[in-house]
């Protein structure tokens, strides 16, 4: 299986490539590309978006690769991601793409044109704490599609979908967003203040299109910063609270998050 790895918003570190390349070779069951874009700079990019939108439509068009995995989050694939599923070229069909965090942007594009993604761990998770087994975890789902990669509290028969809630929040009501109907929606966060939290729920929860799924369940929302004053609420209760006053089902806990524990949602999960 070959395995192209592009990065949308920012540049990759070398010694996670290095680290990636050395698991991959430990395998023996991945032939994987790293886009010479991954480690180009452009201030907060890696690249301008001319650059990493041309390296990401080219590995999309390439008929020799399986699986277009993203290097890494950050910020910015926002700005390639419609241009991206634009006008698809027909090898782009057959391909898997998995990322998470900003990359949910072009998760949501690729979707609602028709792709097959995944939310999962990305090259980037390799330099945390325990990223050898995230960076198995996701290849062992894009080359076999080992149901032990899998968020465990995905239901057979049920649509899914996986995103950072600030970059759920902020692809509302564009013409990136995709059907959330009757799908079980999966929300994490990372480094965003309870108010913050608070706000982007609001703004999710008061979404008509939000209000179609099935049911909210919530990852775990990490490295919070102290408030001052206290907030007076948990994430938790945050998350509870919108969704109560929306009449959207809390569907309870979900293991996925920004740390090496962050699990695989295919999006229109129906079965293992």
């Known amino acids: 299986m070959k395995i192209a790895v592009v990065a949308p ?3 990759l570190k070398p010694e996670a490539a290095e680290a990636v390349t050395a698991i991959v070779r430990g395998r023996g069951d991945v032939e994987l590309m790293i886009h010479p874009q991954c480690f180009m700079s452009d201030g907060h990019f890696a690249g301008p978006d001319e650059a990493r939108l041309a390296a990401l439509r080219e590995v999309m068009a390439d008929d020799s690769v399986d699986a277009v995995w993203f290097a890494r989050g950050g910020y910015g694939s926002n700005r390639i991601a419609e241009a991206a599923a634009r006008d698809l070229p027909r090898t782009a069909q057959s391909k898997t793409y998995l990322g998470y965090s900003d990359s949910g942007f072009l998760l ?3 979707h609602k044109a028709g792709l097959g993604v995944a939310h999962g761990p990305m090259v980037q998770d390799v330099v945390r704490q325990g990223g050898e087994a995230a960076v198995h975890r996701a290849l062992n789902w ?3 599609r080992d149901p032990q990669a899998l968020e465990t509290g995905l239901r057979p028969g049920r649509r899914a979908m996986a995103f950072n809630l600030t970059v759920l929040s902020n692809l509302l009501g564009t013409a990136i967003e995709p059907d959330f109907s009757g799908v079980d929606l999966l929300i994490e966060d ?3 203040h309870e108010y913050r939290i608070d706000r982007a729920m609001f703004h999710l929860t008061g979404s008509p299109a939000i ?3 099935d049911s909210l369940r919530m990852g775990r929302m990490s490295e919070i910063p102290d408030n001052d004053p206290i907030f007076g609420s948990d994430a938790e209760s945050i998350v509870k609270d919108w ?4 009449g959207i089902t809390f569907g309870g806990p979900a293991d996925i998050g920004h740390d090496a524990a962050n699990r695989v949602v295919p999006f229109d999960y129906l079965s293992n």
């Open 243 to 246: 969704c109560e006053r929306a």
């Open 9 to 11: 918003s920012c540049s």
């Open 190 to 192: 990372v480094g965003e």
């Open 211 to 213: 209000r179609l799924v």
């Open 108 to 110: 949501a594009a690729f």
């Open 142 to 144: 894009l080359t076999r």
